[in-house]
């Protein structure tokens, strides 16, 4: 019983979760940040390509 107190102390102190939730936090946000880049980057190439094709037409 004492060895199974020790084991929960020692994971209640360790600090490898929160870590970790941090850094899949930090990549979610990342990875949000890194579409809207290129959903904004095809937006703009595909309005100019179109004023592109209108003035050769």
């Known amino acids: 019983m004492k060895n199974l ?4 102390k020692t994971f209640l102190v ?3 979760g929160p870590t970790a939730v941090e850094y899949a936090v930090m990549l979610a946000l990342i990875v949000v940040v ?3 880049a290129i959903q904004a980057i095809g937006t703009n190439a595909n309005t100019k ?3 592109v094709r ?3 037409t």
């Open 5 to 8: 107190a020790n084991s929960v």
């Open 14 to 16: 360790s600090e490898d």
């Open 34 to 36: 890194c579409l809207t």
């Open 49 to 51: 390509f179109g004023s």
């Open 54 to 56: 209108d003035a050769l």
